[in-house]
């Protein structure tokens, strides 16, 4: 089955406790994001890869940081968590990198920073 | 950069009435509207998009109508039933591989009530 993976689903941490958050796309995509999805805000980019080893910030990318060695998974690290970090978590692929097409969303991953 | 305005944040309809939401986009160069659904604890999944240069597309009970001269578009719902509440995002993309792609609204809560 065509998925996006996102582990953990739920997560409980501290302030300064380093984590990350992987994600994994079975469908062969080029493009991969993280999204943050916070009420009446909507989902603002964070970061985004066009390839393997091509990562570019997008909107929030302040306390976060990504890799991308293969071009399946795309992790999201936050080395040093803080509580305006908590927030609802989504990674998303698509097909190419061109501006249109569908993005595949995962599940989300619901964090919190005490 | 591109920014999405998305109204309302919040609409409840009868079941069978019709629910329409709009958005405006602030970049002239954007050339895709994506609007996605979001189920509750899921992620956001794609139902139609549209291309700047069509007005407007229908599937099935749902329609996006986009009028480029005032740079915003919208979501019509006909024939609304209880399985259409969910929160739906509108989103716009500009053109060009290097860009940030989707810039997305703040969402519209909907609520079909029986």
């Known amino acids: 089955e065509a998925q996006v993976t996102q582990n953990p689903r739920y997560l409980i941490t501290v302030t300064g406790k380093k984590l990350t958050v992987t994600c994994s796309q079975n469908?062969?995509?080029?493009?991969m994001s993280w999204y943050r999805q916070d009420p009446g805000l909507g989902l603002r980019q964070i970061y985004y890869?066009?390839?393997?080893?091509?990562?570019d910030k997008g909107d929030v990318p302040e306390g976060y940081k990504v890799s991308r060695k293969e071009k399946r998974n795309f992790p999201l690290i936050l080395e040093s968590p803080s509580p305006n970090q908590t927030s609802l978590y989504f990674c998303a692929s698509k097909l190419s990198r061109e501006s249109t097409g569908e993005l595949f969303f995962g599940e989300g991953s619901r964090l919190t920073v005490l | 950069g591109e920014n999405v305005e998305q109204h309302p944040s919040t609409l409840s309809v009868q079941e069978g009435d019709s629910a329409v939401i709009k958005c405006t986009y602030s970049?002239?160069?954007?050339?895709?509207f994506p609007w996605y659904k979001q189920e509750l604890g899921k992620g956001p999944q794609l139902i139609i998009d549209i291309r700047s240069n069509v007005g407007e597309k229908k599937d099935q009970r749902i329609a996006v109508t986009l009028n480029k001269t005032a740079k915003h578009f919208s979501l019509h719902i006909t024939e609304t039933q209880p399985e259409d509440s969910a929160v739906y995002f509108c989103a716009a993309s500009g053109r060009g591989g290097s860009a940030r792609q989707l810039t997305f609204g703040s969402g519209t809560q909907l609520t079909v009530l029986p």
């Open positions: 469908m062969n995509h080029e493009y």
């Open positions: 890869s066009m390839n393997v080893e091509v990562t």
């Open positions: 970049d002239s160069a954007s050339n895709y």
